[in-house]
């Protein structure tokens, strides 16, 4: 999974920066209805729905785009207008050189995983947690001087929600993400051109996620 924890570097802080509160609360509140309608209002039995009590993270209308050069676009959406939020995705998709392909059309470009982000504490033995959390169901962990990113497949997602939660591990976040297959290599120019585009269909009430496959080197993280 080389590349990925650069590219979720950028998510998580582009999110952070970029985030309104307002819109936070909203998504948050979408997130909620459709957790307790899918899986049941107690938390105890619905680890989705406790997962967003914990840290109000979620997903999940999926609509795929492509935008300059190849780059695949995976977004995300939680709506009560269907019609209205693919209209304004297509509109901005237009209006910047991309296009908007049928739902679904891309989905083999990315993988489906549940990413935890957990703050590195000093008194941590990263190597043993690693062996531990093997049976929550961890397929990597990436780690850097300030957190480590665990990686599990969709179905185990709500395991490892269960095992950091006897563990007494808090999350900065936990997420459904969509992890690509391979990324892509492109100029510093597109990769500004892209993120311009991520940021405008961001700031679409409806969007919750918008997902890529650019590789992101380290000097544009920099930047």
Known sequence: MSGHNKWSKIKRAKGAADAKRSKQWSNI?????????EGGAD???NPRLRLLIQNARGCNMPKDCHVNHGIALFIEALSDNNNR??????????????????NGSLAFLFTRKGVFVVPRKPEMDVEELEMELIDGGLEE???????????????????MVKMLEQKGIECESAELQRIPNTLRQVDTETIRKVMKIIGILEEDEDVTNVYHDMEIPDDFEEE
């Open 141 to 159: 962990m990436e780690v850097d001087d300030e957190y480590l990113t665990l990686y599990t497949a969709y179905e185990d997602f709500g395991n």
């Open 29 to 37: 509140l979408k997130q909620v209805t459709i957790a307790v309608r």
């Open 85 to 102: 939020t693919v209209a304004n995705v297509k509109s901005i998709m237009n209006k910047n050189g991309g296009t908007l392909e049928t």
């Open 43 to 45: 938390p105890d039995s």
